[in-house]
């Protein structure tokens, strides 16, 4: 279902169909980092800099790269 989005271009609705496939063990990015604030395994200065550099690392990269 995600690779046939990425192809169609409709990546506005991955977050949605890996939140519906949650009881399959999918999560977002942002699930996963607040789970690991939830168990003290990372603080939350750590989730914020992983998310920011998530995003920003995520959004330099482009096909060709």
Do not use: C
Not at 28 to 46: F, G, Q
Request: charged share 25%; no cysteine.
């Amino acid at each position: 279902a995600v690779g046939n989005m990425i192809r169609e271009n409709k990546i506005h609705q991955i977050a949605t169909v890996i939140e519906t496939g949650a009881i399959y063990g999918m999560q977002t990015m942002a699930k996963s980092i607040e789970s690991l604030v939830a168990k003290d395994w990372i603080t939350r200065h750590e989730a914020s800099e992983s998310l920011h550099g998530f995003f920003r690392d995520s959004s330099d990269k482009s096909p060709g790269k």
